[in-house]
């Protein structure tokens, strides 16, 4: 069951190249994170609403018919209607919530995939290589995307990401190099777009959203979106949010 939810994970950019996923592990609970990072995506509450049903039903497909998670976190506001989000997830629902994500027993990861089939599996894999061998993608985006998960996890830094793509560093500086790039730059991309993601869709404060960024504290994270928008992280954060109400509350008015 692991490795399945883990090769989703490193698979879902040939799906799904604005957002990815994270399997976090711990003893007693797990949770399966979906991040949109891609920087000015529209109805972004509407997009983790659906990744989180398909999550849904693919742990299902997974473990059991009725499988259920113990909680469904939800990062957009509390919403007009819930009793369809309560017929649908049958779980505990948190809303305003840091991430977006379905929380479950870890015991689960243990269990063998229900109606596994490993010569699929096998036919499944060589066709996932086959797309990425012929894929258009730049390294340049593959690292960008990698980047992305590896900040998420909390474990970003050169040489991990060198590992992410099974080379040495010294390569991994030559491949970027040659793309026309740098670990430095992209790692800085990287941040800004997640930084402008939980400004505009969360509640969390600057402390929180530096640390997983990987700032020392919230000033250094302050004076590095400064200079990217020339603006205070807090003020931004404020802007995004207040133009998120006034366009929620005129679709509410239609």
Known sequence: MKTALNELVTNLDLHDRGAT??????DKHSVLRYEIYEHGIEGTDQISD?????????????????????EVRLR????????????????TLKFNAEHTS???????LNQPVRLADPMLRREFLEQIQ??????????RDQAHKALVILIGKQRCSRDQLAEHFSIHPRTLNRRLMDAGTSFRQLHNEARYEMACQLLRDTK???????SLLGYSDSTAFNRAFSHWEGTGASKCGQQSRAHRAIALNCHDEV
Do not use: K
Request: with cysteine; proline share 7%.
């Open 102 to 108: 379905l929380v479950f027993p870890t015991h689960w």
């Open 21 to 26: 996923t994270f399997l976090e592990v711990s």
């Open 50 to 70: 659906c990744a989180m049903a398909i999550g849904l039903n693919i742990m299902r497909a997974l473990c059991a018919p009725d499988w259920l998670p113990t």
């Open 204 to 210: 969390r404060c600057l402390a929180s959203i530096a």
């Open 130 to 139: 086959e797309m990425r061998d012929y894929s258009n993608q730049s390294f």
């Open 76 to 91: 957009h506001q509390h919403p007009a209607a819930i009793e369809p989000y309560r017929c649908f997830f049958q779980a």
